[in-house]
C-alpha cells in the first residue's frame, strides 16, 4: 500500500497544485495552508511553511484512508478487484461526494460549494483518476486476490 500512497496520494496533490497555479495563480505553500486551515482554522494561513506541511501530511492521511479502505473493500468484494477501471471511477467519485459534501462543510474553514466548473471538472477526475482508477490498478496489479468462500 506504500507504493500506492506514494504515486497515487503524490499525483492527486501535484494535480490541484497545477491547477491551482495556473487557474487562479496559487503557491503551492497557500494551497497546503488551505488544507491545514481546515483543522485549524483561517490561523492556518499566516502559520507559514509549518502550517503548508501540516496540510501535506493532513492530505497524505486522508489518501491513506481513502486508499486503505479501497484495498481493505476489495479483499471481499470481488468486483473491485475484476472491474478496476469501472470500480475505481466510482469510487473515485463516491470520495469526493463524501468529501465535498458530508466532510468539508464541517472543517474550520469550510467554504461555500464552488459552481465553477472548470474546479468541478478538475477536481472530480483528478480523484477518478488517481485515487480510483489508479489506486483499483495498483491494488489489482500488488494484491493478493480477494478472499473467496
Do not use: K
Amino acid at each position: 500500500m506504500g507504493l500506492t500512497l506514494l504515486v497515487c496520494g503524490t499525483l492527486d496533490i501535484s494535480d490541484a497544485m497545477v491547477y491551482y497555479a495556473l487557474r487562479f495563480h496559487v503557491a503551492p505553500e497557500r494551497l497546503l495552508q488551505n488544507i491545514a486551515s481546515h483543522l485549524i482554522g483561517r490561523s492556518a494561513f499566516s502559520g507559514g511553511l509549518r502550517d503548508a506541511v501540516l496540510g501535506l501530511a493532513l492530505h497524505y492521511l486522508i489518501a491513506t484512508f481513502w486508499i486503505a479502505t479501497f484495498v481493505m473493500a476489495a479483499q471481499h468484494v470481488t468486483i473491485l478487484f475484476e472491474r478496476p477501471i469501472l470500480c475505481g471511477a466510482l469510487y473515485g467519485m463516491f470520495i469526493y461526494c463524501v468529501m465535498n459534501f458530508l466532510i468539508l462543510p464541517f472543517t474550520r474553514n469550510a467554504s461555500a460549494f464552488s459552481p465553477d466548473i472548470f474546479s468541478l471538472v478538475n477536481g472530480v477526475m483528478a480523484l477518478v483518476v488517481f485515487m480510483g482508477i489508479l489506486v483499483a490498478l495498483l491494488n489489482r496489479r500488488f494484491a493478493p486476490p480477494p478472499l473467496t468462500a
